[in-house]
T-cell receptor
Framework: EPEVTQTPSHQVTQMGQEVILRCVPI?????FYWYRQILGQKVEFLVS????????KSEIFDDQFSVERPDGSNFTLKIRSTKLEDSAMYFC??????????FGQGTRLTVV | SQQGEEDPQALSIQEGENATMNCSYK?????LQWYRQNSGRGLVHLIL?????REKHSGRLRVTLDTSKKSSSLLITASRAADTASYFC????????????FGKGTKLTVNP
């Protein structure tokens, strides 16, 4: 069964550093997403990506964040100048149109 | 806010009992989905119910949707210890947005 894969599974970074979280969505899906979940809390929408551009973003997704689909298979989330409060699980997901989303296993980002 | 609200926030039952979790939301939806998350892991899609459907079954899962009350319920019958997880409802709203908006989740513990 096709699946969404995310790397790395765990990333530790110094405050102020830049990190890139990587995802390989399911190949024939149209929509790609990043979500975030601070430990023990709700799953928060960050951004959706369709037709090679951002289709929607939340208020969390400010200038510190960017997404890219550089080669038609990978989907990346870049976080510039990380802060302690960026520590969370980051989930990538993909979907067809108005169907269920398939989520990766997540990247646990720890900012120290 | 479009966010869903689940209740109860936590539920503890004995193996073999049924577990019912409820979700309420505020806006018109295209569909409503239920996801499961084991501790620290990714989100696994369980079932999707469209706005024109009232009930759906999948194995031991039964989902109902009442769009007039803007609510849904997830019933897990004959629960097992392996069903212990957090369960989230997620709404795909109408109006062209393809983002899922998650509720806060119900933490289910099934005691052997």
């Amino acid at each position: 069964e096709p699946e969404v894969t995310q790397t790395p599974s765990h990333q530790v970074t110094q405050m102020g550093q830049e990190v890139i979280l990587r995802c390989v969505p399911i190949s024939n899906h149209l929509y790609f997403y990043w979500y975030r979940q601070i430990l023990g809390q709700k799953v928060e929408f960050l951004v959706s990506f369709y037709n090679n551009e951002i289709s929607e973003k939340s208020e969390i997704f400010d200038d510190q964040f960017s997404v890219e689909r550089p080669d038609g298979s990978n989907f990346t989330l870049k976080i510039r100048s990380t802060k302690l409060e960026d520590s969370a699980m980051y989930f990538c997901a993909s979907s067809w149109w108005s169907t269920e989303a398939f989520f990766g296993q997540g990247t646990r980002l720890t900012v120290v | 806010s479009q966010q869903g609200e689940e209740d109860p926030q936590a539920l503890s039952i004995q193996e073999g009992e049924n577990a019912t979790m409820n979700c309420s939301y505020k806006t018109s939806i295209n569909n409503l989905q239920w996801y499961r998350q084991n501790s620290g892991r990714g989100l696994v899609h369980l079932i999707l119910i469209r706005s024109n459907e009232r009930e759906k079954h999948s194995g031991r899962l039964r989902v109902t949707l009442d769009t007039s009350k803007k609510s849904s319920s997830l019933l897990i019958t004959a629960s097992r210890a392996a069903d212990t997880a957090s369960y989230f409802c997620a709404m795909l709203t109408q109006g062209g947005s393809e983002k899922l908006v998650f509720g806060k989740g119900t933490k289910l513990t099934v005691n052997p």
